[in-house]
């Protein structure tokens, strides 16, 4: 049984730095090239950042680019995504995901074969 369990949201005030992490079980963790999306209240979702996978290779969304740092530790089946310099827009559901059969560099929220439940990130003004 795959599961993607994200963890570390919370509410943080603008200009705050959060860490969140994604425990990935039931799949070779370095098989798969992984995101993390988020969904804000009344939005669709959206891609965030994305990662190769042996974390060579990282990308991001134009509005989280010089904030957010993707990573991973395949040892540990772990994903990360690292916000700094926290915006009230940034407030939303973060989702990680799974995708075998696409490229970090493609992925697409229609690519991903598994997606954890989410974490709530609030930042307040």
């Known amino acids: 049984q795959v599961q993607l369990v994200e963890s570390g949201g919370g509410v943080v005030q603008a200009g705050d730095s959060l860490r969140l992490s994604c425990a990935a079980s039931g799949i070779t963790f370095s098989d798969y090239a992984m995101g993390w999306f988020r969904q804000a209240p009344g939005k669709e979702r959206e891609f965030v950042a994305a990662i190769s996978r042996l974390g060579a290779n990282t990308y991001y969304g134009d509005p989280v680019k010089g904030r957010f740092t993707i990573s991973r530790v395949n040892a540990r089946n772990t994903l990360y995504l690292q916000m700094s310099g926290l915006k009230p827009e940034d407030t939303a559901v973060y989702y990680c995901?799974?995708?075998?059969?696409?490229?970090?560099?493609?992925?697409?929220?229609?690519?991903?074969?598994?997606w954890g439940k989410g974490t709530l990130v609030t930042v307040s003004s």
């Open positions: 995901g799974a995708t075998r059969g696409t490229t970090a560099q493609a992925m697409r929220i229609s690519s991903m074969d598994y």
